[in-house]
Each structure stands twice: as C-alpha cells, then as structure tokens.
C-alpha cells in the first residue's frame, strides 16, 4: 500500500484545525504544529480566580455552518457541546437611560420594529426576504469557492445570482430604502461591523449577516466559546490528526519549487504538501525566502485590515442586574469612531464598545453570585498600546457603563487583564495587530482575497481568516473545509 502523504499545517486555530481533520478524513498523514501551550488561536480560553474567560469569539452565528462542519464527518454539534438560544438576541445601549433588548425570532422583532417606525415591522420582512436569498447563495454557494480563478464564476446562473447579490451597492444605501429611522439602521447596520468595514464600504450582498443574525438567532454553546475548539481538537484527534502545541513555526523550505520541510526552533519536520493556517502574512512575509513569496509588502501594506481590539476580562465580585449577555453601546457617533479606525487611524475620541457578560447564560463562567465581563473596543490597526493608553479607555467605559447600570463596577472588580495590539502580535503573529484579518470590501472580497495557494511554491497552501472566504468562526471553518477539497484535488 502507497504511504499516506504527509501534511503539514501551521497554525491551531479553526481554520487549521479543519483543514487538518478534512484532510486527515481524506486519507492524509496530518500533524498540527502550533506555536501556542493550547489550540484555537484567537478563540483560546484562559482561568483565573475562579472565572473562565473566552479571549476572542463571543457570538455563535450561523449555526448551520457548524451543522455542515460536523456534518461532514458524521457528527453534529450536540455531539460535543450544548448550544442555547440567547433571548434577548443583544440589547443596544443608545444612552444611560435609553436601551432596547433585541428579541429572538422574526415576529416579536417585527413589533420591535413597528414601534420605531410605522410601517418597519413589513419591510423587515421584505428586507429579510432577499436577505435569505444572499444567504442561500452567498453561504451555501460563493463561500466554497475556492475563488482560484474567475472561471469559477462564470456560469450564467451564477452571473444572474451576483447581480442578484448587489455586490455594486453599498450596505449603506440598500439598507436605507428599507428604513429611515436612525435606531433601527443602526440595529441593521450593527451586523455589518463584524466585517471589518464600514456598511458605507460593504456590498450590500452582506445583509445575509442580518438573515443570518435575526432570522437564524444568537446562540451561546454551554462551557463558552472554546468548546467549539475542544470539540474540534476531538474530532481531529479521533481522525489522527496528531496536534504538536508549543512548536512556533520559523522557516519553510523549498527545494525544487517544494515546500520539503518545516522547520521549528525544536526540530524540523518533513512535508508532503504544506498549508499555512497561521495569518498569512506572517507566512508569506517572515517563513518563506523573498523568492517564493505570493506577495510583497508594497501589496500588503495596501491592504485595508479590519479593526484591531482594546480587549479587558473582568471578574466581578457581584451580580450586574442590568447587563445582558451581549450589550453594544451605541451611545456615541459611529460616524466619528469610524472616521478615526479607517480613514484617519488614531486612538478614538469617543469610541462605542461591547459588553459580554456570559455569566448571564451560563454558571460555569464565573463563581456564584459573580459576572464575568469580557470588554471589546474596536480601534485602528497598527497603534501603539502603552498601559497608559490602556487604562484611559478602561476609565472612559467605565464611566459609560457605570452611568447605564446604575452602580458601581470598578469597586467590584477582583480580577482584570487588558489585550491589545501587541499581544495579538506577540501570541498570533497578527500583521499590524489585527483582530479579524482583512476587511470584507468589495475589493478584497472572492478571487480579490489573497489567494489560498502559493504561485511558486508547488505543495504550499494558505486558509484562515487572511484568505477566502473572510474573517469570522464560520468562514474559518469554510476556508479550512476548501482548502483541504483543494489539496485532495491536486495531490489525493
Ligand atoms: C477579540 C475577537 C473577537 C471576535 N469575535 C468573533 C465573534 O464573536 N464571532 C465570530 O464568528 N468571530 C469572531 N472573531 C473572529 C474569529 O475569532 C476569527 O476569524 C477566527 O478565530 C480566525 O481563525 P483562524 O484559524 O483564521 O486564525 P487564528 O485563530 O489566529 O489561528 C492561527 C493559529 O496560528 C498560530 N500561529 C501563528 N504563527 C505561527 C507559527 N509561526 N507557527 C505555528 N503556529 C503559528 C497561532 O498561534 C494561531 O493558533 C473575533 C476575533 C477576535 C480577535
């Protein structure tokens, strides 16, 4: 019998972790080298006086690309972690006295919505009508292209469902022919900033995020966010996949066009067939020699990156009545926070930010009678983060979110810990410190992506959040699931 080929993936996180387990499936020899103590990259956990705080991903959406990932290989999510359906969805903080809790399901939305607008509660659906259909397309269809080549699209189906996608038109302008009521577009619009851009500068095809969100719910899986990770790392494990943590990465080497061996600072590892899951600047730019990388600097410095995030994990002595699970705090201009991530980068004025508190949902996260706090403030890439910096942003929401709750949080504070840019460099080796990856543009969006496979190297293949589809747990999952399709095309 033929040796199983040998592949190699860089990087732990759900794109890694995907492409290793798809390939392990397919028959492939698969180790994981990470350069962390624990798997899930930007969704690893950490313990601390007794609170167990998620480090990045916080929302469940799509439940649906979990199914399909599981699905893929015989499993379903409840196989290995129980989800719940957050009801309210999120409330939205406008002022210290002025919240509106979002509610699960269409219809108790729709009256929601009819109370800001007359009128709103029916062309919600009508917005939801064609936001199902950009899901249907965009999800089940454009995601798992491979986006390798412009051939991909070009069936006249296809043609007929991009026009149909408006991937001309801005969120901005879409989402206003529906509604005029400044609260209910920010409602709408609120999904749009996952993406990294401003609804200004997202297709309006991205109102699937609002299907996505309304119609298909917010879920929270029992135990937090990284039991999707301890659910991955079972099922790879139960594949094969043999998972080497501690192992930075530090050099490929190519040898006749190849990618022959992965070097570590414990030891080198020889390759079949490469895929990079660690952000793929850092393995075009610093793995690879100059000669094999699929793009320069001058392109990567030309890349629009989605936010960075100001990040504190509290652990609070006392229950926080007033907070939900997920709380956004609108209660500044967006217009002004966002001039000041992308078209002017600096520290922001008055920046809005998100409150987690899965306390609310789940036991398990925090010593009875306490909260556990998760603070996220988007901010620009590629900023300085001094302590000093830090703290004047604790201080400043703070102050906010003691005015809306009505009493004292920092009294009450027995554990905190802040995480910014440079530790979002030093733990993932994040191009200018970023959060999740690239912007969702119309530019930077399908075959515009950084590409999934290297031009000059023959066996080195890149997923994960830099690549296609885009930034996001599901699309993580996806880009993982495509890549691997790829690599078993070229070389099964
Ligand atoms: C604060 C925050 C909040 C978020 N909120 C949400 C949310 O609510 N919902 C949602 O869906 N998405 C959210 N996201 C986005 C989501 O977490 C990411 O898109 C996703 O986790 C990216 O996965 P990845 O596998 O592409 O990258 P990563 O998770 O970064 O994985 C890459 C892995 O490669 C490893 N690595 C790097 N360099 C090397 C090397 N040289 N050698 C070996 N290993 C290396 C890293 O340690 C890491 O483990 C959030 C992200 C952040 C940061």
Redesign the pocket.
């Given at each position: 019998m033929a040796r199983a080929k040998h592949v190699i993936v860089?990087?732990?996180?759900?794109?890694?972790l995907s492409a290793a387990t798809s390939l392990a499936d397919k028959g492939f020899r698969v180790t994981v080298?990470?350069?962390?103590a624990q798997?899930?990259?930007?969704?690893r956990v950490f313990q601390d006086s007794g609170f167990t705080f998620d480090?990045?991903?916080?929302?469940?959406?799509m439940p649906d690309v979990f199914e399909t990932y599981f699905g893929r290989f015989g499993k379903k999510p409840s196989d290995y972690y129980q989800l719940v359906r957050l009801d309210p969805s999120y409330a939205v903080i406008f002022g210290a006295d002025d919240a509106v809790n979002v509610p699960a399901g269409v219809d108790n939305l729709q009256a929601v919505f009819e109370n800001m607008e007359p009128g709103a509660s029916r062309r919600l659906l009508d917005f939801l009508k064609q936001a199902a259909y950009k899901y249907e397309v965009g999800i089940n269809q454009f995601v798992w292209k491979p986006s390798r080549r412009v051939s991909e699209f070009m069936s006249l189906k296809l043609l007929q469902d991009v026009l149909r996608l408006d991937v001309f038109q801005s969120f901005s302008s879409h989402v206003r022919k529906y509604f005029s009521n400044e609260r209910l577009l920010q409602l709408m619009e609120f999904p749009i900033l996952?993406l990294g851009a401003t609804p200004e500068n997202t297709p309006a095809m991205y109102s699937l995020m609002n299907y996505a969100e309304i119609s298909m719910g917010t879920w929270y899986p029992m135990g937090g966010m990284h039991e999707i990770v301890k659910a991955m790392v079972k099922l790879a494990e139960e594949k094969g996949v043999e998972i080497v943590l501690n192992?930075?990465?530090?050099q490929i080497t190519v040898t006749n066009g190849s990618a022959r061996t992965v070097e570590?600072y414990q030891g080198a590892f020889e390759a079949d067939i490469v895929v990079a899951?660690?952000?793929y600047q850092?393995v075009d730019s610093k793995?690879l020699a100059p000669d094999y990388r699929n793009y320069d600097d001058r392109y990567w410095n030309s890349r629009v990156m989605a936010p960075s995030?100001l990040?504190f994990y509290l652990g609070i002595d006392r229950r926080v009545p007033r907070l939900q699970h997920h709380n956004l705090f609108f209660d500044e201009d967006f217009g002004q926070h966002a001039f000041e991530i992308y078209e002017k980068p600096q520290w922001p004025t008055k920046p809005l930010f998100y409150v987690s508190a899965p306390s609310k949902t789940d036991p398990g996260v925090a010593p009875a009678g306490m909260e556990n706090l998760f603070i996220?403030i988007p901010v620009a890439p590629d900023l300085n983060d001094p302590e000093e910096t830090r703290e004047r942003y604790y201080e400043l929401v703070m102050d906010r979110l003691e005015a809306y709750v009505g009493e004292s949080i920092r009294d009450h504070v027995i554990f905190k810990r802040s995480y910014a840019h440079s530790n979002?460099i030093a733990?993932?080796?994040?191009f200018r410190g970023n959060?999740?990856?690239l912007a969702n543009t119309l530019r930077q969006t399908a075959i515009l992506k950084p590409g999934l496979k290297n031009k000059r190297v023959n066996n080195l293949f890149y997923?994960?959040?830099?690549t296609v589809p885009g930034?996001?747990?599901?699309?993580?999952l996806i880009?993982g699931l495509v890549v691997a399709d790829e690599v078993a095309k070229e070389f099964g």
């Open positions: 860089i990087g732990a996180g759900f794109a890694g080298l990470e350069k962390n798997a899930g990259g930007r969704a480090m990045g991903p916080s929302w469940y959406w996952f192992h930075p990465v530090k570590t899951g660690a952000d850092h793995l995030s990040l996220l979002f733990d993932y080796h994040a959060a999740y990856g997923t994960g959040q830099l930034p996001g747990v599901p699309p993580s880009s």
